[in-house]
């Protein structure tokens, strides 16, 4: 991905091409094709690109005609529509950066509504004062930013930032617990004091560091449910919105690297894609699949399917077998990368993949993540069943959870609770809901408990309220689930990588959840309509799939090796902050040794944050050492952002929850 980087200051101070220059320092390999700066006062932005569309110039930051300034990091979806409200003749000098301006010179903060896409963005506008900052609905380009009494800093990288800014890191508890437990929600950071730019949002902020709450720019409660005459109707709608969200992440002009697991969504994006390309006249050749393979973990291993996938397309891809992946959880590793992430049980993984890469000249690399919460998989019942309690509709309620109850082989008292009675009773206050796989962790302490059960969080995110259907409301909250997963940095940091993800696309997602209840599952039938329509598509050993490897075996071997590493559990920081309980996490690997792999996800992800807590005490010997490189920064403000509570601007972590 591109970099992007600034500082404004409050007080009219002038900012100096040096400190710009800093943040950006270090950073070439992530934006290796051209370098800029731009000073406007008191206001400096810096930009490293990595070109991907044909489009891409070496232009940014872009100035506008009335003096506006833009970094902008990512690619539009939407290139057609925008270049038509602001009047503009598409063509191969105008790039997405030129047309996301011109947008913001005609609407002003109204164009943040109307951009779809990959999008991170960063507008200055003098003539208001006013410093904005954008990223689109799922957020897969990341966006940091530090402020203090005497100015904000900003920077595209997480871990940069914390070192440069000179702020203290302050571990935000709901953000970890969600790490530990599920997923953090889409609008948490990892630090009180380090601000996130939320997916699907912009923030504003005014004259002398005012920042206004994050302002959303989607509103899925508006979304009116599709009424088609026929099934064969919704399958050909659903192939259309596919195959344009895959079409939209291949404008490259360079070869593609494609993830291929062997499940339904990397195959059904894989062998799309290169129907796709045929019809643009490009080679298939040109899109290369690569996947990961476990010689050893053999329960976590998909090599079968994987074949299958290449035979299907007639052309084999890149394996990375498990001695390469260098499977570890890290726990000497004291490299400060700013946030856990799960990535780095696995680091030769990308690295592998990122040589190949090189070697082939791409720099896209897609993946099928979001298939699971958009088309829903393995479900054992359906939110429709809230549906018909809410509107007592007992006869029709009790009918329908009779046939899943039968399909699941779920006793119907149980299906009823867990699909009709939870999603209505989600949002009262009066009912705490505690998902069983949760209670089962031996090491889950109370307070995590407390924060998971809090009224109104559904799969431990926020359920949206404005939705009264709940079935609606469920398939948000997995949408939410999914924004957070892609918004959370885990897919950054990889040298040169441009991580792209189709099933983000912002009409694919509106389309799937304006779908009546019964055209995405059915008794029996997970991903009703996503099966019907790839018949023919995908080999029918895939696409009639219902269940598929996960890594559970793999953090088992993992941990039979590395036990000294971790040590006596009351000494890790995961227990001594309260995210886990000691003795509790000791009787759960215990188990996990002996193959028990129904912890393991869980467990990986606990180590995943104790390696970053770990690492946080490596932040000032790292700053140290980039102080004596160069100080002109530090120097221009020497005292610590976070020096005190009353010249940094606290994120408070329970007022989010």
């Given at each position: 991905?591109?970099?992007?980087?600034?500082?404004?200051?409050?007080?009219?101070?002038?900012?100096?091409?040096?400190?710009?220059?800093?943040?950006?320092?270090?950073?070439?390999?992530?934006?290796?094709?051209?370098?800029?700066?731009?000073?406007?006062?008191?206001?400096?932005?810096?930009?490293?690109?990595?070109?991907?569309?044909?489009?891409?110039?070496?232009?940014?930051?872009?100035?506008?005609?009335?003096?506006?300034?833009?970094?902008?990091?990512?690619?539009?979806?939407?290139?057609?529509?925008?270049?038509?409200?602001?009047?503009?003749?598409?063509?191969?000098?105008?790039?997405?950066?030129?047309?996301?301006?011109?947008?913001?010179?005609?609407?002003?903060?109204?164009?943040?509504?109307?951009?779809?896409?990959?999008?991170?963005?960063?507008?200055?506008?003098?003539?208001?004062?006013?410093?904005?900052?954008?990223?689109?609905?799922?957020?897969?380009?990341?966006?940091?930013?530090?402020?203090?009494?005497?100015?904000?800093?900003?920077?595209?990288?997480?871990?940069?930032?914390?070192?440069?800014?000179?702020?203290?890191?302050?571990?935000?508890?709901?953000?970890?617990?969600?790490?530990?437990?599920?997923?953090?929600?889409?609008?948490?950071?990892?630090?009180?004091?380090?601000?996130?730019?939320?997916?699907?949002?912009?923030?504003?902020?005014?004259?002398?560091?005012?920042?206004?709450?994050?302002?959303?720019?989607?509103?899925?409660?508006?979304?009116?449910?599709?009424?088609?005459?026929?099934?064969?109707?919704?399958?050909?709608?659903?192939?259309?919105?596919?195959?344009?969200?895959?079409?939209?992440?291949?404008?490259?002009?360079?070869?593609?690297?494609?993830?291929?697991?062997?499940?339904?969504?990397?195959?059904?994006?894989?062998?799309?894609?290169?129907?796709?390309?045929?019809?643009?006249?490009?080679?298939?050749?040109?899109?290369?699949?690569?996947?990961?393979?476990?010689?050893?973990?053999?329960?976590?291993?998909?090599?079968?399917?994987?074949?299958?996938?290449?035979?299907?397309?007639?052309?084999?891809?890149?394996?990375?077998?498990?001695?390469?992946?260098?499977?570890?959880?890290?726990?000497?590793?004291?490299?400060?990368?700013?946030?856990?992430?799960?990535?780095?049980?696995?680091?030769?993984?990308?690295?592998?993949?990122?040589?190949?890469?090189?070697?082939?000249?791409?720099?896209?690399?897609?993946?099928?993540?979001?298939?699971?919460?958009?088309?829903?998989?393995?479900?054992?019942?359906?939110?429709?069943?809230?549906?018909?309690?809410?509107?007592?509709?007992?006869?029709?309620?009790?009918?329908?959870?009779?046939?899943?109850?039968?399909?699941?082989?779920?006793?119907?008292?149980?299906?009823?609770?867990?699909?009709?009675?939870?999603?209505?009773?989600?949002?009262?206050?009066?009912?705490?809901?505690?998902?069983?796989?949760?209670?089962?962790?031996?090491?889950?302490?109370?307070?995590?408990?407390?924060?998971?059960?809090?009224?109104?969080?559904?799969?431990?995110?926020?359920?949206?309220?404005?939705?009264?259907?709940?079935?609606?409301?469920?398939?948000?909250?997995?949408?939410?689930?999914?924004?957070?997963?892609?918004?959370?940095?885990?897919?950054?940091?990889?040298?040169?990588?441009?991580?792209?993800?189709?099933?983000?696309?912002?009409?694919?997602?509106?389309?799937?959840?304006?779908?009546?209840?019964?055209?995405?599952?059915?008794?029996?039938?997970?991903?009703?309509?996503?099966r019907r329509a790839t018949r023919g598509l995908l080999p029918e050993s895939i696409r009639q799939r219902k269940s598929k490897a996960t890594i559970d075996e793999a953090p088992c071997r993992v941990l039979e090796r590395e036990r000294q590493e971790i040590g006596d559990t009351s000494t890790l920081e995961v227990c001594r902050r309260g995210y886990a309980n000691a003795i509790g996490l000791e009787k759960a690997m215990r188990g996990i040794v002996l193959g028990r792999v129904d912890h393991a996800y869980s467990f990986l992800r606990l180590m995943n944050i104790e390696q970053w807590l770990r690492s946080?005490?490596?932040?000032?010997?790292?700053?140290?050492?980039?102080?004596?490189?160069?100080?002109?920064?530090?120097?221009?403000?020497?005292?610590?952002?976070?020096?005190?509570?009353?010249?940094?601007?606290?994120?408070?972590?329970?007022?989010?929850?």
């Amino acid at each position: 991905m591109s970099i992007q980087a600034g500082i404004r200051y409050f007080n009219a101070r002038y900012v100096s091409r040096p400190e710009i220059e800093f943040l950006l320092q270090g950073l070439e390999h992530r934006g290796p094709d051209y370098f800029r700066v731009h000073l406007a006062k008191s206001v400096g932005m810096g930009f490293r690109g990595l070109l991907i569309a044909p489009e891409d110039r070496e232009d940014q930051p872009l100035v506008g005609l009335s003096g506006s300034v833009v970094s902008f990091d990512g690619r539009l979806d939407n290139r057609e529509e925008i270049a038509s409200r602001v009047g503009v003749r598409l063509g191969s000098e105008v790039s997405d950066g030129m047309l996301v301006t011109a947008a913001y010179e005609r609407f002003c903060h109204g164009c943040f509504d109307v951009l779809k896409g990959e999008i991170a963005c960063v507008v200055w506008d003098e003539r208001i004062n006013t410093l904005w900052f954008f990223r689109s609905l799922c957020g897969t380009r990341p966006l940091f930013y530090v402020v203090t009494k005497k100015r904000v800093v900003w920077s595209s990288e997480l871990d940069d930032l914390i070192i440069k800014s000179g702020v203290e890191p302050i571990v935000n508890d709901a953000y970890t617990l969600g790490y530990a437990y599920s997923q953090p929600d889409i609008d948490q950071s990892p630090y009180q004091n380090v601000g996130m730019v939320p997916c699907g949002t912009y923030v504003e902020l005014k004259g002398h560091g005012e920042i206004r709450p994050p302002c959303p720019i989607w509103h899925p409660e508006r979304i009116s449910t599709l009424r088609l005459r026929s099934d064969e109707d919704y399958v050909g709608a659903w192939k259309d919105h596919v195959e344009n969200a895959i079409a939209k992440k291949l404008r490259t002009k360079d070869p593609v690297f494609c993830e291929l697991s062997g499940g339904l969504d990397s195959t059904t994006l894989v062998l799309l894609s290169d129907q796709i390309l045929k019809r643009l006249g490009r080679d298939s050749s040109e899109l290369i699949t690569t996947s990961i393979t476990f010689e050893l973990s053999t329960t976590c291993d998909e090599s079968y399917f994987i074949r299958i996938a290449e035979n299907a397309r007639g052309r084999e891809g890149i394996h990375v077998p498990e001695n390469v992946q260098q499977l570890t959880f890290g726990l000497k590793d004291t490299t400060f990368t700013g946030a856990p992430n799960a990535h780095h049980f696995m680091p030769g993984r990308y690295q592998t993949v990122a040589q190949a890469m090189k070697v082939a000249g791409a720099r896209v690399l897609l993946t099928g993540i979001g298939g699971d919460h958009l088309f829903l998989s393995n479900l054992d019942g359906s939110p429709e069943l809230a549906d018909l309690l809410l509107t007592w509709d007992f006869k029709s309620l009790l009918s329908e959870a009779r046939k899943w109850s039968s399909f699941g082989r779920i006793p119907l008292w149980q299906t009823l609770l867990s699909h009709a009675v939870s999603p209505v009773a989600i949002m009262s206050w009066l009912v705490r809901w505690l998902p069983p796989e949760l209670n089962r962790l031996p090491w889950t302490t109370k307070s995590a408990q407390d924060w998971i059960v809090q009224a109104g969080r559904d799969r431990r995110t926020r359920a949206n309220e404005l939705i009264s259907l709940p079935s609606r409301r469920v398939r948000e909250s997995m949408i939410r689930s999914f924004r957070a997963l892609l918004s959370s940095g885990y897919f950054g940091g990889q040298q040169q990588i441009y991580f792209c993800h189709p099933y983000s696309n912002q009409d694919l997602i509106e389309f799937i959840l304006s779908l009546p209840m019964n055209q995405v599952v059915r008794p029996g039938q997970d991903r009703f309509l996503m099966r019907r329509a790839t018949r023919g598509l995908l080999p029918e050993s895939i696409r009639q799939r219902k269940s598929k490897a996960t890594i559970d075996e793999a953090p088992c071997r993992v941990l039979e090796r590395e036990r000294q590493e971790i040590g006596d559990t009351s000494t890790l920081e995961v227990c001594r902050r309260g995210y886990a309980n000691a003795i509790g996490l000791e009787k759960a690997m215990r188990g996990i040794v002996l193959g028990r792999v129904d912890h393991a996800y869980s467990f990986l992800r606990l180590m995943n944050i104790e390696q970053w807590l770990r690492s946080l005490k490596t932040v000032g010997a790292r700053r140290r050492a980039l102080c004596q490189r160069e100080s002109s920064f530090l120097q221009a403000d020497p005292k610590p952002l976070a020096s005190s509570s009353s010249d940094t601007i606290q994120r408070s972590t329970s007022a989010s929850s």
